[in-house]
């Protein structure tokens, strides 16, 4: 089988200092008729399990720890595959903010994620690659997905159609995140369609066009 993108959106809350917000996130699957990988883990399982369809899910790969990008991440490992599990695999800088969401592995009720996300790193499903790229900024630990046999990337929270991600909340850096999108974001071909965490797709070109890069 030909892998391919599926996608759905799921509703619910972001919170960090203090705040809480209505948001809504982009589900993205990855996989062909037998397995797949899922990217991010927001707000309901059953959403995210709608879109997955049976197949058997290889790994929950995080783009980062905000808690609309991973409040359901645990109890999807724990559904995922019949019950079987999957893992959860993070970006070991976004440490602080995972524990925010889910405590730490020394904490009664804590757990971490899996295993670790590193720049460069190749995540096979389907026949196809998923290479990480690390782009912090909007998080420390974010990280991009490019699927070159796809013609996308999955940017997260990093780069939305209209330009770069949110700043100015802990753990955030505006010129971080832009370097971390100029350097490498950008560097991918200008027709790289670009699957983002909340809202419409975009491509490189467009984007690179309008931060003037």
Not at 55 to 70: F, M, N
Not at 93 to 106: A, I, K, N, S, Y
Request: proline share 6%; hydrophobic share 40%; glycine share 10%.
């Amino acid at each position: 089988m030909t892998a391919r993108v599926d996608h759905a959106v799921t509703s619910g809350t972001f919170s960090l200092d203090g705040e809480t917000f209505e948001v809504d996130n982009n589900v993205w699957v990855v996989g062909d008729d037998t397995e797949c990988v899922v990217i991010d883990a927001p707000h309901s399982v059953e959403d995210i399990l709608a879109v997955v369809g049976g197949r058997r899910i290889k790994a929950i790969v995080c783009t980062h720890a905000h808690d609309d990008h991973v409040r359901v991440a645990p109890a999807l490992r724990e559904a995922a595959n019949d019950g079987q599990g999957a893992p959860i695999l993070l970006h070991p800088d976004d440490r602080p903010l995972w524990e925010l969401t889910h405590g730490d592995d020394q904490s009664p009720d804590g757990y971490l994620w899996d295993a670790d996300l590193a720049d460069g790193q190749s995540i096979e499903v389907a026949g196809t690659t998923l290479r990480v790229i690390h782009t912090p900024g909007h998080a420390p630990g974010a990280v991009c997905l490019h699927a070159p046999d796809l013609g996308c990337v999955f940017t997260g929270d990093t780069l939305f159609h209209g330009g770069p991600g949110a700043t100015g909340r802990s753990y955030s850096d505006r010129p971080t995140l832009e370097a971390s999108i100029r350097a490498k974001l950008f560097a991918l071909p200008g027709e790289t369609v670009v699957h983002t965490g909340h809202g419409e797709d975009t491509t490189i070109a467009a984007e690179r066009e309008l931060l003037g890069a």
